[in-house]
């Protein structure tokens, strides 16, 4: 790897590289491909205005001189890489006399002709030179042109990659922010019935702060990862679920429905938590005989789908737009953009569907 290159690691599976503005023997040599191309319509030229001798004389002295001057200019790029524009003049119109000459010398053995530059007449050595140094500019040109533009593209492309580490940046602390907004007030009020429980029943009190405790460490655990499996979101959740059916009892149940298969995939941390939460405030806990929470999985059309389904108060219910599902579609958004969504919808007979929709391929 040259000195010109930069690589920057926006996460554990992107890795994008920038081209380095030197020159590669690759580069070269496509340089020097398209030089010949060019040679033979400098040729053809010659010959339409009646210079020189015939297309194959003007073809030989054209690709000699034209090779000659890309080569030199080609080869003194690479190895001294100027960066100044002056320094990169010089070296193009050094290369320019030097190829016009050794290619004029060149041609001249191959063809059996005079030598051009030696016994010609001076109006003949003005002309050579002339057209030496004139098809030596627009070839330096064009090669100089498209090096200066490879540099720009490769400064393009950096200031690309910085707007995209810093927006991962900010992304990353938003999501720690939205991370901790979520209901910390449930913590409080767990203990507060743990308390209580301690004193009236026992055994209650105690179960409901094994599943608290089992709870906080996967939720602080998770929480510092960027990804987490969906059954370990899974378990979370069933601790959480617990929690609360020491306070509710036979009022509340739940169910799961994750296939194995998807148990393994990854997901970002705390974004299903949010929906049960939702779900047991807003839609069961209210409902006098309780409700069910089930949670189902599959994939379709490469897109993981996540319900979490609750048979509560359904839309009659207040504070569905609250925070917990206001800060899982800004989530959704910060990590997926639109390849992700939200979709809230009507539970039958009763209750309310949260759906989750990413793509499966991507964490």
Sequence with gaps: MDGGTRIYVLNQQTTITLPSIKLTPKRILT????????????????????????????????????????????????????????AQLLLAVAG?????VIGSL????????????????????????????????????IFISRDKLTA??????????????????????????????IEPHFLFNTLATILSLLESEPARGRTMLKDLTLHLRATLSK????????????????????????????????????????????????????????AIKHGIEP???????????SVTDNKLRIEVADTGLGFDSTGLAGLGLANVKERLQALYADQ?????????PCGVKAIIEVPYDTP
């Design 152 to 181: 720009s593209q490769a400064l393009i492309q950096e200031e690309r990659i910085k707007r995209l580490l810093a927006e991962k940046k900010t992304i990353e602390s938003d999501l720690k922010r939205l991370q901790a907004q």
């Design 287 to 297: 409902k006098i005989d309780g409700g069910q929470i089930t949670i189902t999985a």
């Design 31 to 86: 340089t020097l491909l398209g030089t010949v191309g060019f040679n033979v319509v400098i040729a053809l030229f010659m010959t339409a205005i009646e210079f020189g001798g015939s297309f194959t004389e003007n073809l030989i002295f054209s690709q000699f001189i034209g090779l000659s001057i890309c080569s030199l200019v080609c080869t003194s790029f690479y190895m001294l890489a100027p960066e100044a524009l002056y």
């Design 106 to 141: 060149s041609g001249s053995v191959i063809t059996g002709a005079d030598i051009a530059l030696l016994h010609t007449t001076p109006a003949s050595r003005v002309q050579t030179i002339l057209f030496g140094i004139l098809f030596g500019a627009i070839i330096s040109y």
């Design 223 to 278: 929480t510092r990862s960027d990804h987490v499996t969906i059954g370990q979101e899974i378990k979370m959740i069933t601790a959480y679920i617990n929690i609360f059916k020491g306070r509710m009892g036979d009022r509340l149940r739940y169910a799961d429905h994750v296939p194995d298969t998807v148990r393994s995939r990854l997901l970002p941390p705390m974004l299903l938590q949010p929906l049960v939460e939702n």
């Design 96 to 100: 320019i006399i030097a190829g016009s």
């Design 340 to 348: 992700a969504r939200l979709i809230l919808e009507e539970n039958h």
